[in-house]
């Protein structure tokens, strides 16, 4: 101390600042903000950032002087900041779900599926396709009724490099009632309305098709068929729904020519449209 008393003035207060830095840093900042140290060290030691002399720091606050705010205080205003800009984001995100829902038809129709099997590859009509004929018609459905989009699959794939294969693999399993394994299906619980698609093979869905409606119960819901063809139409396809889905409401049906589908979208388009438009959906 007497060494320090010895200094002359500016020596003094420069060392007084330092000891009070180490003290300060020492601690914790949990210490430091409790004790409501926020002025800089600089001012405490009476040298401001120029190296000039200024006049130590009164600890008493003057009257009318703004009380500078402690670390504490600071954060408590950023967590109150958050907390509002967290409950503005829920009110924006229900908004926006209220805003989607209000944007798909299910007041209308009660919530709805789109189901269907379609091939691309070597086909009728159209050559070597990327997309099948009934996979474009099904995309149009469901952009139009704000339905979901199922496509039915089977474990055994049908060949697609050859149309007449194709051709004979349908007959054969048609001849023999038979049920191809799917890779997976849908629960249809949830949904009231149900569109459901298929290229017509020799005038009947494709076999895969009664696997699913096999699999499941009817009863209370409304099927709304719609296939591609290259001439049959629906071919009596709409009755069949009738006799295998007990208990649905099976409505008017839609068929499109594949080639239409594949070269001509817009008018494929328009026909979903005022079909659906027939329908009241």
């Known amino acids: 101390m007497e060494q320090l008393r010895s200094r002359p003035l500016r ?48 600890c008493r606050r003057q009257a009318g002087t703004p009380r500078k705010k ?46 269907y099997f379609s091939l691309a590859g070597e086909q009728y009509n159209v050559g070597n396709i990327k997309e099948g004929n009934t996979s474009i018609i099904a995309k149009f459905i469901a952009e139009e009724t704000g339905s979901e989009l199922f496509e039915l699959e089977t474990q055994k794939p049908y060949p697609t490099d050859s149309y007449s ?29 149900i569109y459901i698609g298929y290229p017509n093979w020799w005038g009947d869905m494709p ?20 296939c591609t063809h290259e001439g049959s139409g629906l071919s009596g396809t709409e009755g069949r729904f009738r006799s295998t889905c007990k208990g649905a409401t099976v409505e008017k049906g839609l068929a499109v ?14 026909a979903v449209q005022d079909w659906l438009a027939k329908l009241g959906k």
Not at 169 to 186: G, T, V, W
């Open 165 to 193: 294969r194709l051709t004979q693999i349908a007959k054969d399993e048609q001849n023999k009632k038979a049920r191809p394994a799917l890779k997976s299906d849908i629960d249809i619980t949830a949904y009231d309305t």
């Open 70 to 115: 402690t670390i504490s205080e600071e954060q408590m205003n950023l967590k109150k900041t958050l907390i509002g800009l967290g409950i503005a984001a829920c009110l924006a995100g229900s908004l926006f779900a209220q805003n989607k829902t209000s944007n798909t038809k299910e007041t209308k129709m009660g919530k709805s599926l789109v189901v």
């Open 11 to 58: 020596e003094r207060r420069l060392q007084a600042g330092k000891m009070l830095q180490r003290s300060i840093l020492s601690e914790s900042p949990s210490s430091y903000a409790a004790k409501g140290l926020s002025e800089h060290v600089n001012e405490a030691s009476g040298w401001s950032d120029s190296g000039t002399a200024e006049r130590p720091t009164d």
């Open 207 to 226: 076999m895969p098709l009664y696997t699913f409606l096999e699999a499941h119960n009817w009863s209370g819901k409304t099927i709304i068929p719609f």
């Open 257 to 270: 020519q594949g080639k239409v589908a594949q070269t001509n979208r817009s008018a494929a388009k328009k």
